[in-house]
């Protein structure tokens, strides 16, 4: 079970935005290339349901990260992610454009990061989030902690955890087309 601060629980029944980084949030953070220099990532299908029971529910999720690849763009297509912002050195102007677009306050975003970069970011959001194995720097700032390392289920917890909180209910069924 995840590690909540006080006050998480009511803090998510604010969300609207669930944004995520990618390499140690989604993915274990390895990076796997072939000969030809061509990287390619794993992603947990469990966070893939997460990501899909959410979008269901009326929520709008985003990617945020610093690296630009082509398999996040097919992982984010797959799952109808709302916004995908890749090669974001400076990830909280990124945020920021999709709050204005979405006209949201930071107590509407919760997002999850592991490492340094996302500090800007985790400082400033209602639900500041990480993966069991996130870096001590973020792990102080969260109110939200999983209890799974990234890349094997700590993007479901929070998508469960933000779905419990708001009362909705469990959906039974994914259509049958989506991948996750």
Known sequence: MAELKYGAKKAAKKIKLLAFDVDGVMTDGSVTYDENGVEYKTF?????HGIVR??????ITAIITARN???????????????????????????????????LSYENV?????????VCVLEKVGLACCPKDA?????????FKSSIDGGRGAVRELCDFILDANGI????????????
């Open 44 to 48: 947990n299908v469990k966070d893939g």
């Open 54 to 59: 959410v979008n269901k529910s009326g929520f």
């Open 69 to 103: 690849n082509g398999t996040v763009a097919h992982r984010a297509k797959n799952l109808n992610i709302t916004e995908v912002y890749q090669g974001q050195q400076y990830k909280l102007a990124a945020l920021e454009e999709i709050m204005k677009k979405y006209n």
């Open 110 to 118: 919760a997002y999850m990061g592991d490492d340094i970069p996302d």
């Open 135 to 143: 870096v001590q720097e973020v792990k102080r700032i969260c109110n």
């Open 169 to 180: 209910k469990k959906i039974a069924q994914i259509s049958e087309g989506q991948n996750n």
